[in-house]
């Protein structure tokens, strides 16, 4: 596949999730923090990367794009057929299922301050502690429920 029809066939691809955020994109009230979701703008900001800078983009960028997307469309399409809400917690706790699966549990850790800062606003951030206490609890939930394989994947 010639590069040109490479960047027009990852273009469509984004499109389509970008399509698919606008659909199940959850209301937010004008009074919120956030107009646009993070998957959103994560979506639109891959999309314009590979239309604007495809062909300065490394293999490994590419790839990267491509991964970061497939987690949304996973995560959106299950939005799309009701198998979750599409709410705040429900959108942090898949990005946090998301790292610990890969055993990323110091990312998850990040995310979640991260999170909760926008939440709450800035400078009110929880401690590490904290946020380690609330990623040990959410994963020993995961464990305990045997969901996504994680019997498999953490012990």
Not at 104 to 129: F, S
């Amino acid at each position: 596949m010639a590069s040109s029809n490479k960047k027009e066939w990852m273009y469509e691809k984004l499109q389509r999730l970008l399509k698919l955020c606008k659909t199940t994109e959850p209301d937010i009230k004008p009074t919120d923090d956030h107009l646009f979701s993070s998957f959103s703008s994560e979506a639109y900001q891959m999309t314009a990367n590979v239309a604007v800078n495809y062909d300065e983009l490394t293999d490994e960028e590419i790839a990267d794009i491509m991964r970061r997307a497939n987690i949304i469309w996973k995560y959106r399409r299950k939005v799309f057929n009701g198998d979750v809400d599409g709410s705040f917690q429900s959108q942090l706790e898949y990005q946090i299922e998301n790292k610990l699966q890969k055993g990323n549990k110091i990312e998850a850790i990040k995310i979640y301050r991260k999170e909760m800062e926008k939440l709450n606003g800035k400078g009110i951030i929880p401690t590490l502690q904290e946020s380690k206490d609330w990623v040990d609890n959410f994963e020993s939930g995961l464990k305990a429920r045997n969901l996504t394989g994680w019997g498999k994947r953490l012990k």
